[in-house]
């Protein structure tokens, strides 16, 4: 069983940016792709990024690509979503994800979520 525990929500205003943490409970991780998603208040959970289980590759949803940057420190078990020129359509609660079939879109374990709101 792996827990992530995700951090670095918060309120923050139009333009601003954030760093999001994901830290995991096992090493094994740092075996499995890692993904980031968001629900938004009224809306569906979808999906924002992920990462390979040794950086090399990374994908973004069209929606998001050019403002976030997912990156993985592989030592401390932790996954990051940098998110640049934040909009009020960012907020929602962000989740990191990851299993052994991440790196096939199925997400075995998933964080708690940590909060973001933009304010315009």
């Known amino acids: 069983q792996v827990q992530l525990v995700e951090s670095g929500g918060g309120l923050v205003q139009a333009g601003g940016s954030l760093r999001l943490s994901c830290a995991a409970s096992s090493g094994t991780v740092s075996l499995y792709s890692m993904g980031w998603f968001r629900r938004a208040p009224g809306k569906e959970r979808e999906f924002v990024a992920a990462?390979?289980?040794?950086?090399?590759?990374?994908n973004y949803d069209n929606s998001v690509k050019g403002r976030l940057t997912i990156s993985r420190d592989s030592p401390k078990n932790t996954v990051y979503l940098q998110i640049n020129n934040l909009n009020p359509e960012d907020t929602a609660v962000y989740y990191c994800?990851?299993?052994?079939?991440?790196?096939?879109?199925?997400?075995?374990?998933w964080g708690q979520g940590t909060q973001v709101t933009v304010s315009s």
């Open positions: 994800a990851t299993g052994p079939r991440a790196h096939r879109r199925t997400y075995d374990y």
């Open positions: 990462i390979s289980w040794n950086g090399g590759g990374s």
